[in-house]
C-alpha cells in the first residue's frame, strides 16, 4: 500500500472531523479524493472571477461556495493550508467546466490569469499607441488626462521626449495592468534592441549618439513603402547627412505640422518654420516621430552602400533611387505627374508620397 504522507494524514484525519456523517477518517479520506476530483459546477462558458490584490484564497473559496460552484470551501481551505496551496495571485481567472478543487488550486498557485493584448503598431506616434491603450477597457489607466511631462515623471523613465521610444509590438497583461507598467515593458524592449545594435553599428556612420540613430530609424520607418527598401533608403539618408544635404523628407514636415495636417503638404507648409522641417533646418529633427520597428533600427545603423541622393515613389510601393538632381527630377515628372500644380516644386525633395 502507497506510504501516506504526514500531512495527508493529518488532512484525513481533518476531513473525518469536519465530514461529521461520516463514520471514519478513513470513510474521510475516500470521500476526501473523489471531492478534489470533482468538477465543480460550472456551465459549458466557464465562470470567469477577479481575485483582487490583497484577496486571499480563503475570500475566492467563500464567493464560490456562496455561488453553488464549490462544494465544502472549508475542506479547500484546509487541503491549501495543509498542502502549502494557500498562497494565490491576484488577477482574474477563467474557470472552465471540468475544473476540480485540485486543478482550480494549481491555477491560483501558477497564477494562470486571463490574459488581454494590446498592440502597437509600426510607425505609429506616441499619441497613437497612448490612444489604444486609453480604448483597451483592460488597462489601468493612469496617464490619461494628464500632460506630457506629468506622463513621463509616472513613467519614471531616463528620456525628455516620450516619441519613438516604445516597441512596436503585441503585448500580453493581465487585467488592470497599467498604461504605465505596458510602456514600461515596451520602452525596455525597445532600449534593449536599440542599444544591441548601436553597439554591433558600423564606422563612420554621421550619429552623434544612439539617440540620434533611433531619429533616424523613425524617418526611415515612415518614409518606407516596401520592407526591401529600408537600407537604400538609409543609405540615401545617412549619404546626405555626410555630404551636409538637407534631409528634405515629408514625414518630419508632417510630423511638425501636428493636427493641422490635412491630408497634403503644400510649399507654405515647407517655408513654415518648426524643428521639424527638414526642407529648411540642417540635419536631423531633434526627436523622432514615430515608433520604429527593428528592421527600421537595423537599416538606420547599416544603410546600403551605393551613390544614391534622391528617391521618388513610384506609386506601385517601391521607390526610384537617383544619384543626381537631373535624373530624380526626370523620375518626378515620369512618376508624379499627377500632383497638384500648388502641392511644392520638385527639385531638390525627396518626393515620396
Avoid at 497599467?178 to 532600449?191: A, C, F, G, N, T
Avoid at 507648409?269 to 524643428?275: F, G, I, M, Y
Amino acid at each position: 500500500m502507497k506510504k501516506i504522507s504526514l500531512p495527508v494524514k493529518l488532512l484525513i484525519i481533518a476531513t473525518g472531523i469536519y465530514l461529521a456523517g461520516l463514520a471514519s477518517a478513513t470513510a474521510g479520506w475516500f470521500y476526501f479524493q473523489n471531492w478534489l476530483k470533482t468538477p465543480l459546477d460550472i456551465d459549458s462558458q466557464g465562470y470567469r472571477y477577479e481575485l483582487k490584490p490583497g484577496q486571499s484564497l480563503s475570500h475566492l473559496a467563500n464567493d464560490l461556495g456562496a455561488r453553488h460552484i464549490l462544494d465544502h470551501p472549508r475542506l479547500l481551505r484546509l487541503y491549501a493550508r495543509i498542502t502549502d496551496t494557500n498562497k494565490v495571485h491576484a488577477g482574474e481567472y477563467l474557470f472552465m467546466p471540468g475544473t476540480t478543487p485540485e486543478t482550480l488550486l494549481e491555477k491560483l498557485k501558477k497564477g494562470d490569469v486571463v490574459l488581454y493584448q494590446v498592440t502597437f503598431v509600426e510607425g505609429w506616434t506616441f499619441k497613437q499607441a497612448l490612444a489604444a491603450l486609453e480604448k483597451n477597457r483592460s488597462v489601468r489607466h493612469e496617464l490619461i488626462g494628464k500632460s506630457e511631462a506629468e506622463q513621463l515623471s509616472l513613467l519614471g523613465l531616463p528620456i525628455n521626449h516620450p516619441e519613438g521610444w516604445f516597441f512596436p509590438d503585441t503585448y500580453s497583461f493581465s487585467r488592470n495592468t497599467s498604461d504605465v507598467e505596458i510602456l514600461q515593458k515596451s520602452y525596455r524592449k525597445m532600449e534593449g534592441l536599440l542599444n544591441a545594435e548601436w553597439e554591433k553599428r558600423p564606422a563612420n556612420l554621421p550619429y552623434k549618439n544612439a539617440y540620434e540613430a533611433l531619429i533616424m530609424a523613425s524617418i526611415i520607418e515612415r518614409e518606407t513603402g516596401h520592407h526591401s527598401e529600408r537600407d537604400q533608403i538609409a543609405g540615401v539618408f545617412v549619404r546626405r547627412l555626410q555630404q551636409g544635404m538637407k534631409l528634405q523628407t515629408d514625414p518630419t514636415v508632417i510630423y511638425g505640422m501636428g493636427d493641422s495636417y490635412k491630408g497634403r503638404i503644400t510649399r507654405k507648409n515647407l517655408e513654415e518654420a518648426t524643428p521639424y522641417n527638414t526642407y529648411a533646418i540642417e540635419g536631423l529633427p531633434p526627436t523622432p516621430i514615430a515608433l520604429p520597428s527593428a528592421a527600421s533600427i537595423k537599416a538606420a545603423l547599416n544603410p546600403a552602400a551605393g551613390d544614391a541622393l534622391y528617391f521618388v515613389a513610384k506609386g506601385d510601393g517601391t521607390s526610384e533611387f537617383s544619384a543626381t538632381l537631373d535624373a530624380h527630377n526626370q523620375a518626378v515628372r515620369r512618376y508624379q505627374l499627377n500632383r497638384r500644380s500648388d502641392y511644392r516644386a520638385a527639385p531638390p525633395s525627396l518626393i515620396k508620397n
